[in-house]
């Protein structure tokens, strides 16, 4: 008896211990570079030194399953811009109900809700989707800078545009998702082939897109404004424009359901979105948008951001909860259709392109091309799928190499197989139509 008592002792000590230690502990997962974190970190541990602050770096789709797949290691917050990735953890009940602080910012931007309508996570920062360019590439081939998304699709920017994908890139994801609700699901996916068809490359992370064209890899890249430049790149290699039609959308701070440390937990949230921690986002290095009104006048775009009122969205409550739910669905589908078959959207749309421009209205070829361009922006999963969950879309967790489960491969195998026959089927149509055509200056397809 005395030698179990000793050991219960002994494993009490060793809770209690644990418990004490993890008061003085703060584990903080994000997607953002030290040198957004660092000057953050540094504050925070100056304001409370009591509090041992680590940070836990990843991309979002990897902090995502860091969350869900290691529930036994510390981790107290998470802190990133991809929204609909809160959304996500927060139907997998992985966060915890946090009060909103009182910041003066509106409730929504851009249609956009700040704050979680339901209490998981809170807007601290705001940031705009537009382009980067590189001004002498853009002069070198005779391009106009684009003003809107649906100047990116114009034939002209065939090979000079630049994107990261959405499987990998969270702030890449949202834009997608907002395409798709702003334009709906089928001529939202008619409007991403257009654009597929003019991709220079798809990069693997969302700072490539802005290095590219600071390196003139292309001309044009689609990215969130503080990654549109870095100290690194060379001088008036890149601009930023922020279009018309843009979406402003909340970086978001939420606690996770496991904290071991809610009290420390409260207190760093209090620091993102006091005072203090707002104008940090104002440094150079950071360059977000606070949601504090105070700082509205240090930054024209937060001016902007803040009493926009439509932009991409057109004055639509974006719905976190439908992003969330086809999440994986979005990322599967632009791999399958935008990623793998890029050279192939090239080489279509510019074929269709080419067709136009003979401009022989009312005839056999106008309303064969207007078949071919059908096919060819065909959603390959109907909307009807995508409105649900999409489980089977989910393949995050199969190890690579591994087969896929049998649901799940005869799931994917469709949609790859919808996708290649959308596009023979474009490309038969085409074929055809401009075979018949040997009018001065033009050269059938493939010749």
């Known amino acids: 008896m005395q030698l179990r008592a000793l050991a219960i002792l002994l494993l009490w000590c060793g809770a209690a211990t644990a418990m004490e230690t993890d008061k003085g502990n703060l584990t903080v997962v994000t997607s953002y570079p030290p040198s957004f974190f660092e000057p953050f970190q540094k504050a925070f541990s100056a304001r409370d030194p009591g509090i041992q602050l680590t940070i836990v770096q990843r991309n979002t ?18 802190w ?6 809160f959304e996500v953890l927060k139907q997998q009940g992985q966060l915890r109900r946090t009060e909103p602080r009182p910041t003066g910012a509106p409730d929504t931007v851009s249609g956009y809700p700040v704050n979680d309508p339901d209490g998981f996570y809170l807007g601290f920062a705001l940031s705009g989707y537009g382009f980067v360019y590189n ?38 994801h949202l834009i997608v998702e907002a395409i798709l609700q702003t334009y709906g699901w089928d001529a939202g996916w008619a409007l991403l082939s257009r654009l597929g068809g003019n991709l220079s490359t798809v990069t693997a992370r969302s700072f490539g897109v802005a ?14 404004d503080f990654l549109g430049s870095a100290p690194n790149f060379p001088p008036d290699s890149t601009k930023f424009v922020l279009p018309p039609d843009t979406v402003f959308v909340p970086a978001s701070i939420a606690i996770l359901a496991r904290s071991r440390n809610v009290a420390a937990a409260e207190r760093f949230v209090d620091f993102a979105l006091s005072p203090e921690g707002q104008e940090l986002l104002l440094k150079p290095e950071i360059n977000r948008i606070p949601v504090l009104p105070k700082f509205a006048g240090k930054t024209d775009r937060n001016s902007i951001a803040l009493h926009a009122g ?12 439908l992003s969330a739910r086809r999440y994986q669905l979005v990322n ?31 005839s056999e070829l106008a309303g064969a091309l207007a078949e071919a361009v059908q096919y060819l922006g065909r959603a390959p999963v109907p909307r009807e799928q995508a409105a649900g969950d999409n489980e089977l879309a989910d393949l995050s967790d199969i190890p690579s190499g591994l087969p896929l489960p049998p649901e799940q491969a005869v799931f994917l195998d469709a949609v790859r197989t919808s996708v290649e026959h959308n596009l023979a089927e474009a490309e038969r149509i085409m074929s055809q139509a401009s075979s018949k055509y040997t009018l001065p200056g033009f050269k059938p397809w493939r010749q």
């Open 310 to 321: 439509a932009g991409l969205l057109r004055g639509m409550r974006f719905d976190a909860n």
């Open 61 to 78: 789709a990897s902090a995502v399953r860091f969350i869900r797949e290691k529930p036994d290691v510390p981790a107290d917050i998470f």
């Open 332 to 362: 599967l589908v632009f791999d399958e259709y935008i990623v793998r078959k890029r050279a192939a959207l090239a080489r279509l749309w510019k074929q269709a392109a080419e067709l136009a421009a003979i401009n022989d209205p009312g």
């Open 135 to 172: 001004p002498a590439y853009l002069a070198e081939n005779r391009l106009p800078v684009p003003r809107t998304w649906s100047d990116l699709t114009l034939p002209i920017y065939s090979g000079h545009v630049g994107i990261s994908a959405p499987s990998r890139s969270g702030t890449t």
């Open 80 to 85: 990133a811009s991809a929204a609909d990735a």
């Open 211 to 224: 290095s590219g064209v600071a390196q003139r890899r292309f001309g044009v890249g689609i990215t969130i």
